[in-house]
Structure formats: structure tokens, C-alpha cells
């Protein structure tokens, strides 16, 4: 199994800047990629970021120009560079992997809170 842990998550003003990393245990299976998904009071989850096996990228429409993923090839570990931060990125960030059997895990989640 995949354990992922969350960190950086915190309180933050508007236009301010939060890195968030996500630590991934070791595992037997390949893992295809990763992600960061939030969830905004009284909304779906989205998909803010993932990056591949092979460093290809995606975002969010929302936050593209202003979060960065990146992965830490040596410690196992991905990052989310999150820049001009909006009072809507207010939410619970949650860190996604999947692995070559299309088998899903995720963190606990960390907060994010943007004031006005």
C-alpha cells in the first residue's frame, strides 16, 4: 500500500504564498502519478495539479499561471508551489497517487485558508 502524508498547509493573506509536499511511502508498485485535489466548503473536489511518472504536467484552469507541482525524485516526495493566492483557493488540499493498476490513494488532507 501507498501511504501519503500532507504538510505546509497554513493561514495565509491574500496574494501571499504557500508550499505545500506530499511525502510517499515506498512501494513494490509503480506509481503512474500524482496529484493535488482540493475541496471548498459546500463544493465538489477539484483537481488543482498532477504530474506523471515521466514529468508531464497538468492544472487546474483556475490556477494555472500561479501553482507549480514538482516532484522530489530523491525523497519520493511531490510539491505544490502555490503563488498569488485567491481567498477561493480556501479549501482542504488533498494529495493523490495512482498507481499501474489504476488503484487510488490519498491523504489526510491539509487546510488552506486565504483572508481577505
Known amino acids: 500500500q501507498v501511504q501519503l502524508v500532507e504538510s505546509g498547509g497554513g493561514l495565509v493573506q491574500a496574494g501571499g504564498s504557500l508550499r505545500l509536499s506530499c511525502a510517499a511511502s515506498?512501494?513494490?508498485?509503480?506509481?503512474?502519478?500524482m496529484g493535488w485535489y482540493r475541496q471548498a466548503p459546500g463544493k465538489q473536489r477539484e483537481l488543482v495539479a498532477s504530474?506523471?511518472?515521466?514529468?508531464?504536467?497538468a492544472y487546474g484552469d483556475s490556477v494555472k499561471g500561479r501553482f507549480t507541482i514538482s516532484k522530489d525524485y530523491a525523497n519520493n516526495t511531490v510539491h505544490l508551489q502555490m503563488n498569488s493566492l485567491k481567498p477561493e483557493d480556501t479549501g482542504v488540499y488533498y494529495c493523490?497517487?495512482?498507481?499501474?493498476?489504476?488503484?487510488?490513494?490519498w491523504g489526510q488532507g491539509t487546510q488552506v485558508t486565504v483572508s481577505s
Open positions: 493523490n497517487a495512482e498507481n499501474e493498476y489504476y488503484v487510488n490513494f
Open positions: 515506498r512501494s513494490s508498485f509503480s506509481i503512474n502519478h
Open positions: 504530474i506523471t511518472s515521466v514529468g508531464r504536467t
